[in-house]
């Protein structure tokens, strides 16, 4: 069998970008899908497609076209539906049709955590109508969390705080959901002290592995900073492990997982899954691991060996969002950020901008023994020093 592998990324924005250039390196041949021209994975794949990735029809065409070896989603917003097919026309859909089915819907890998495997979750109802949602918050209990069942990035996600606001919650999740499906998780608002992402590997041929794990703040529904190692004491860190494991296997095939959990002083509870490379560990472009996590997934993919993952330095990353809409961005204090020691920057050259859009990220690094929360600070003192403009304002 050929060593390199034609791969079809679907969805291709800044976390597909890093994936295509870590594939790239170990010899892989990409094709870059989204709904847009110029997407960040598309400026460095050998190949992209623009297409809607909710229609069936087109996502069947576009497979028929590549006959890809691999397939790879980066984003909620596909049908997913369609890659059990694809898994019996022999095409590996990563990690697993089944995985890209459940994670891509908060409703099944819920249903999943909480009831099959009884992992640890805060308590939830769904809700279908306005009527059922608000039936939904009187179980419940206000304050509350509320969610679509499948959007990305924080989209339609917010905090229920008073019966007045139930409207334009119930709204905003609506507006805020992805493709069809009108439905949303109205969740029990835990008491957490943090947030934390454990990156976890399956492997084809080997064992789980654990990345040190990673901290992170969110607004939104979507992060604002991330930093590694995060503070957890060893009891909480292998209860995290174990539940990461068993939602892991339970879903099946290989690749990198970001596994999100609540930190309380009640212990560790389950919160989200992804089964792709998480945003909040762009921290490890700053070399906090000595694979980040977009090699991690490269090199578990192709079923390549990883020995060990190691913790190298202590790190940080903050975004620089858009506040404006439309237009091309372009940036300002670049050069000022740059003149910091041990910091980078990556822009992601979205063609296009609109509120809180994710369009940069600054990273800083420390050596091994330095402290987080001051390379945390760092980060987000350098990042708000950014200035988003539209192109020629």
Known sequence: MAYQKKIVLLGSGELGKELVIALQRLGQYVI???????APAMQVAHEYEVINMLDGAALDALINKHQPHLIVPEIEAIRTERFYDYEQQGITVVPSAKAANFTMNRKAIRDLAA???????AQYEYATTRETFEQAVKVIGIP?????????????????????DIEAVWQYAMDGSRGDYKEVIVEAFVQFHTEITLLTVTQKNGITLFCPPIGHRQERGDYQESWQPCAINAKDLEAAQVMAQKVTTALGGAGLWGVEFFLTNEG??????????HDTGMVTLAGTQNLSEFELHARAILGLPIPAITLERCGASAVVLAIETNGTPDYEGIE??????????????????????????????????????????????????????????
């Not at 009831?115 to 979750?121: A, E, H, V, W």
């Not at 389950?270 to 490379?277: D, G, K, M, T, V």
Request: include cysteine; charged fraction near 20%; charge should be positive.
């Open 144 to 164: 509350c969390v509320v969610k679509p069942l499948m959007s990305s990035s924080g989209k339609g996600q917010s905090v229920l705080k008073h019966e007045r």
């Open 32 to 38: 870059a899908v989204d709904s847009y021209a110029g």
């Open 115 to 121: 009831k099959d495997l009884g992992l640890k979750t």
């Open 268 to 277: 560790v509870y389950f919160s989200e899954l992804s089964p792709r490379p």
């Open 336 to 393: 000022q950020v740059l003149q910091e020691s041990q910091t980078d920057v990556r822009l992601f050259n979205k063609p296009s901008m609109r509120p809180y859009r994710r369009m940069a990220v600054v990273l800083c690094y420390e050596a091994l023994s330095g402290n987080a929360q001051t390379v945390k600070q760092k980060a987000i003192q350098l990042a708000s020093l950014i200035k988003l403009k539209t192109h020629g304002s």
